[in-house]
């Protein structure tokens, strides 16, 4: 299914990052984590200086595309006022977008483009012994990848899971079908699965060739 893309950023959680994000005029920012020891926030840190780095590596006609492209990717804020990035916020929030779900990072502005999404998504398993995440819409698209974010095991008395409880557990590349197992990486970052237990889950897709993402799709399930 093709949607209209956004400038969403996972949350830098996760096998692939784990830091805080806030906001500025030049959209989410990473912010210093409550333990800034960890690995996942150790390599966000180092994520945002290549990114760095990688910008000040490009040549003038090369920031200069960033800079007038800009334009093509307005976001609302959160009172749904229009706002445009400057050109480097909109660089790294691109390949942030890109990295983080396993693609390579791209040094020219793209042109904006269409997210092949999932048209919607459940748990195909989810018991004591297995987790795995199921989708609408056929394989996974050629470059595109699905980011799987998860929370941790929580009472049933939770109707809505708070947005800092989601990990990213899982990226599922290009040619990946559905249902795709996601019980090792979910165990190894918050534990065996215990019956009783209620899962939110939430997935997006990444254009990995402009690091444009598609809106969340949530779910959740108890397990049984």
């Known amino acids: 299914m093709k949607v209209k893309p956004s400038l969403l950023v996972s949350s830098m959680s996760g096998r692939h990052s784990g830091g805080v994000l806030s906001k500025n005029d030049g959209g989410r920012i990473g912010k210093k984590p409550s333990n800034p020891q960890s690995a996942d926030q150790q390599n966000v840190r180092a994520l945002f200086a290549q990114l760095s780095r990688a910008w000040a590596l490009l040549s003038d006609s090369q920031?200069?595309?960033?800079?007038?492209?800009?334009?093509?990717?307005?976001?609302?804020d959160a009172y749904g006022q229009k706002k445009i990035l400057k050109g480097k916020a909109l660089f790294n929030k691109l390949n942030m977008n890109i990295i983080l779900a396993g693609?390579?990072?791209?040094?020219?502005?793209?042109?904006?483009?269409?997210?092949?999404?999932?048209?919607?998504?459940s748990f195909a398993t989810l018991s004591s012994s297995a987790i795995s995440i199921g989708w609408t819409?056929?394989?996974?698209?050629?470059?595109?990848?699905?980011?799987?974010?998860?929370?941790?095991?929580?009472?049933?008395?939770?109707?809505?899971?708070?947005?800092?409880?989601?990990?990213?557990?899982?990226?599922?590349?290009?040619?990946?079908?559905?249902?795709?197992?996601?019980?090792?990486?979910?165990?190894?970052?918050?534990?065996?699965?215990?019956?009783?237990n209620k899962v939110?889950?939430?997935?997006?897709?990444?254009?990995?060739?402009?690091?444009?993402?598609?809106?969340?799709?949530?779910?959740?399930?108890?397990?049984?």
């Open 103 to 121: 693609g390579t990072q791209i040094d020219n502005c793209p042109a904006p483009a269409s997210v092949e999404a999932p048209e919607s998504v």
């Open 63 to 76: 920031r200069n595309g960033w800079n007038s492209g800009a334009a093509n990717f307005p976001f609302s």
């Open 200 to 224: 939110f889950a939430r997935v997006y897709a990444v254009n990995l060739l402009t690091g444009q993402t598609s809106p969340y799709l949530n779910i959740s399930g108890t397990i049984v």
């Open 137 to 196: 819409g056929g394989a996974v698209a050629a470059d595109t990848a699905f980011v799987v974010e998860c929370s941790p095991q929580l009472s049933v008395g939770y109707s809505i899971a708070p947005k800092s409880k989601f990990r990213v557990v899982d990226v599922l590349p290009a040619a990946d079908t559905t249902p795709t197992a996601i019980t090792t990486p979910y165990t190894a970052k918050f534990g065996a699965l215990v019956t009783g």
